[in-house]
Every structure is written in structure tokens, then in C-alpha cells.
């Protein structure tokens, strides 16, 4: 079963599931669901203050609708 429908599934299911089993789930996953610190690794800063020099200098990018084509372009590849 792929992710997405899993993810329907689970959505459908805790929307409907009785109160006992749905703060047996949350206590399960408390400490991630209530995570609100992502932290970004140095190497990944490091990375994205570069992308953002190239762009400031006049460096070439690739507009919404090209990055969505090659997208799409590599999920039909992927799918084969």
C-alpha cells in the first residue's frame, strides 16, 4: 500500500476511533508531534547560504515551472 493512501487511512481512522484510542496514539507519538525545534545541521546551513550567494550574484535558477517538470520528470522515471 503506498504512503499516501496509508496516511488516508490513518487520517479516516482517528477520526472516527474512540477517545481511549486516540490518546493512546498521541502518547505514542507525543514527543515527536510535539517537537517544535528543527534544528538544521552546519553542513545544511552551510548549503543554503550558498544557494542563496549564487542567486544574489545573478547565478542561473530554474523557475517553479521547470523545477515542477523535472519533477514530474523524475517521478514517471521512477515509477518504471
Not at 525545534?37 to 544574489?56: G, N, P, V
Amino acid at each position: 500500500m503506498r504512503t499516501a493512501a496509508i496516511r488516508q487511512k490513518l487520517h479516516q481512522f482517528i477520526e472516527t476511533a474512540e477517545e481511549k484510542k486516540v490518546k493512546a496514539m498521541y502518547a505514542l507519538f507525543e514527543d515527536e508531534i510535539t517537537q517544535d525545534d528543527w534544528e538544521y545541521t552546519d553542513e545544511f546551513k552551510k548549503e543554503l547560504d550558498s544557494r542563496y550567494a549564487h542567486y544574489k550574484n545573478g547565478g542561473k535558477m530554474v523557475s517553479a515551472t521547470d523545477a515542477n517538470k523535472q519533477i514530474r520528470d523524475v517521478l514517471k522515471k521512477k515509477k518504471k
